[in-house]
T-cell receptor, first 111, second 117 residues
Framework: QQPVQSPQAVILREGEDAVINCSSS?????VHWYRQKHGEAPVFLMI?????EQKGHEKISASFNEKKQQSSLYLTASQLSYSGTYFC????????????FGPGTSLSVIP | GAVVSQHPSRVICKSGTSVKIECRSLDFQATTMFWYRQFPKQSLMLMAT?????????EQGVEKDKFLINHASLTLSTLTVTSAHPEDSSFYIC?????????????FGPGTRLTVL
C-alpha cells in the first residue's frame, strides 16, 4: 500500500526551512528518500532503518519513527538546487524486497 | 560508482508495434532490477521485479504478457512493451540494486519516455 506524503506541494524562499512527512499504514522495515528533478531520474538521498534513526545529507536530514510508521525529511536553509519532487519509499516488514513510493511532494525554492 | 543506463532515452512508435527498452548496470552486477512506470506528475509505480536467471515478479494489475521482462545477464534487463497503445505512453524507469547493498538502496536509470501514436 502506497505511503502518504504531506504536504503535496510547498514553495519556499531561499534560506527557509521545510519539512516533508511520510506515513504508512504498514509496519516498516525502512524508509527511503529520493529527489527527482523534472524529466530526470530520481536520485537517492538516504535510507533510514532503525526507529528513531536520524541521518543527514548536507543540509537535508531525516528521522524515522518506527512506532508511528512515519518519517520526516528536513530541509534547512533551502537552496535553489533543492527544488524538485521528493518521494519517500517504504519497505514493509512483510515485503521488504521492494520499495513502494509515495505520491511525492513538489518543492519549489524561489530567490 | 553504481551507474545505471537506459536505452533509448526517448521513443515514439505507432500503435500496435512493440518497443524494447534496455536497462544496464555499468559498474556493478545487479542480481535484481526493478521496472517502474511514471505518469506525468505522479509517483513511480512498481511494475515488476526482475531477477537474473529467473522469471520476473509482476505487481498486481500489470499484464505480464504485455510487458515482457528479460534479465538475461547480471548487467542487463530488458522491458518489451508489446502491441503498444496510446495509454502505454509513459516514463519508464529502471533501477538496480548493487550486490551486498546493505540497505536495499536502489540506483535509477535516466528513464525512457515512450510515446505511442
Amino acid at each position: 500500500q502506497q505511503p502518504v506524503q504531506s504536504p503535496q506541494a510547498v514553495i519556499l524562499r531561499e534560506g527557509e526551512d521545510a519539512v516533508i512527512n511520510c506515513s504508512s499504514s504498514k509496519a516498516l522495515y525502512s524508509v527511503h528518500w529520493y529527489r527527482q528533478k523534472h524529466g530526470e531520474a530520481p536520485v537517492f538521498l538516504m535510507i533510514l532503518l532503525k526507529g528513531g534513526e536520524q541521518k543527514g545529507h548536507e543540509k537535508i536530514s531525516a528521522s524515522f519513527n518506527e512506532k508511528k510508521q512515519q518519517s520526516s525529511l528536513y530541509l534547512t536553509a533551502s537552496q535553489l538546487s533543492y527544488s524538485g519532487t521528493y518521494f519517500c519509499g517504504t519497505q514493509s516488514k512483510t515485503s521488504y524486497d521492494k520499495v513502494i513510493f509515495g505520491p511525492g511532494t513538489s518543492l519549489s525554492v524561489i530567490p | 560508482g553504481a551507474v545505471v543506463s537506459q536505452h533509448p532515452s526517448r521513443v515514439i512508435c505507432k500503435s500496435g508495434t512493440s518497443v524494447k527498452i534496455e536497462c544496464r548496470s555499468l559498474d556493478f552486477q545487479a542480481t535484481t532490477m526493478f521496472w517502474y512506470r511514471q505518469f506525468p506528475k505522479q509517483s513511480l509505480m512498481l511494475m515488476a521485479t526482475s531477477n537474473e536467471g529467473s522469471k520476473a515478479t509482476y505487481e498486481q494489475g500489470v499484464e505480464k504478457d504485455k510487458f515482457l521482462i528479460n534479465h538475461a545477464s547480471l548487467t542487463l534487463s530488458t522491458l518489451t512493451v508489446t502491441s503498444a497503445h496510446p495509454e502505454d505512453s509513459s516514463f519508464y524507469i529502471c533501477s538496480a540494486r548493487p550486490p551486498g547493498a546493505l540497505y536495499n538502496e536502489q540506483f535509477f536509470g535516466p528513464g525512457t519516455r515512450l510515446t505511442v501514436l
